[in-house]
């Protein structure tokens, strides 16, 4: 499996950004897709976007379309998340998951990190 860190979490006024970072280590293939997902309190995990490692493909909730964008450094075997223009409603505790090799499902996931966004 692979193992996951994220850090960038904070708290930032409406209208804002953040970018989240998460440090993969173990074994990363191409096929991988890396994920970013978060959970609000009360509420349950929302699929916020994904990114296939190899590059050739990403995904976005209908949330985050127009205000989020994934990205992926190999060299530094890092996944980003640049939030923009964030509202209250994006407040949530924020994780990263990585699939199998063969993409099918998210089985890694970080700790998570807090995103707090005032009104």
């Known amino acids: 499996q692979v193992q996951l860190l994220e850090s960038g979490g904070g708290l930032v006024q409406a209208g804002g950004s953040l970018r989240l970072s998460c440090l993969a280590s173990g074994r990363i293939v191409s096929t991988m897709w890396m994920g970013w997902f978060r959970q609000a309190p009360g509420k349950g995990r929302e699929f916020v976007s994904s990114?296939?490692?190899?590059?050739?493909?990403?995904g976005y909730a209908d949330s985050a379309k127009g205000r989020f964008t994934i990205s992926r450094d190999d060299a530094k075997n890092t996944v980003y998340l640049q939030m923009n223009s964030l509202k209250p409603e994006d407040t949530a505790v924020y994780s990263c998951?990585?699939?199998?090799?063969?993409?099918?499902?998210?089985?890694?996931w970080g700790q998570g990190t807090q995103v707090t966004v005032s009104s």
């Open positions: 990114i296939k490692w190899s590059g050739d493909g990403t």
């Open positions: 998951a990585a699939t199998t090799e063969a993409g099918v499902r998210y089985v890694s």
